[in-house]
């Protein structure tokens, strides 16, 4: 999975932790940046749990984290037509990350500007807006947008990394180490994602962030 897509997804909106022990463990090792098995995990709980609001939101967060977009939007579809107004602007958010994640990056802007419309946060509908349009190709437009949401936000961690993708991708290879780090330090702390990213090849054979690449700390979070 694309580095910047997977930091971007991080974006969403905060669900309702799901009820239950057994989806518990299953965030609990999201937060551990370990998807699979946070899969894995949902898949063994209870069925009444698996099959709450709650239970199958958490699932279609998961396969969004794994780039599994078709069936994230494929299980988004269903808790669109049940979720409450209270609940219609995160699930809307979780769509857009979701189509875009599956690269049907029209429909994702569309969710993404309905989820603004039903009460969002704009800073992350707008750093999710950011992330389709660097994942279509659209990198001017991506990048005037990343940095008008860190003008607002400067503390967001996926604009932060999707503007390191951008460095490193011009071979600006000092600018995007320090971006990286300047996530880590705010709480984006994935030493896997960093080690196996191709988008920074580059960045690693430079040295510049092997100590993040060592590290075992390990901090994603499951929003």
């Known amino acids: 999975m694309h580095a ?21 463990l299953s965030e609990h090792f999201a937060n551990e940046c370990e998807y699979e098995l946070a899969l894995v995990n949902w898949d063994k709980a ?34 669109l037509t049940e979720a409450d107004e209270k609940r219609m602007a ?28 039903k009460g969002a946060d704009i800073d992350l509908v707008d750093a999710a807006v950011a992330e389709v349009r660097l994942s279509n190709g659209r990198v001017v437009e991506a990048e005037a947008l990343l940095r008008q949401v860190l003008r607002r936000a400067p503390d967001l961690q996926g604009p932060i990394m999707n503007l390191a993708t951008i460095r490193a991708t011009e071979g600006n290879l000092t600018e995007a180490a320090a ?45």
């Open 179 to 223: 971006l990286i780090r300047l996530a880590w330090h705010l709480g984006y702390q994935n030493p896997k994602e960093l080690r196996k990213a191709p988008e920074f090849e580059k960045v690693r054979a430079s040295g510049l962030i092997n100590d993040l690449i060592a590290a075992t700390t390990r901090r994603c979070g499951i929003h």
């Open 90 to 117: 995160e699930v809307l958010l979780a769509m857009g990350l979701a189509q875009s994640a599956a690269r049907l990056f029209e429909q994702a802007e569309k969710s993404l500007r309905a989820a603004k419309a």
């Open 4 to 24: 910047s897509a997977l930091v971007a997804l991080l974006l969403v909106l905060l669900a309702t932790r799901a009820s239950g022990q057994s989806l518990w």
């Open 46 to 79: 209870p069925a009444a749990e698996r099959q709450s609001f709650d239970g199958r939101f958490l699932k279609a967060r998961i396969l969004i984290q794994l780039g599994r977009g078709v069936e994230a939007v494929n299980e988004i579809s269903t808790l």
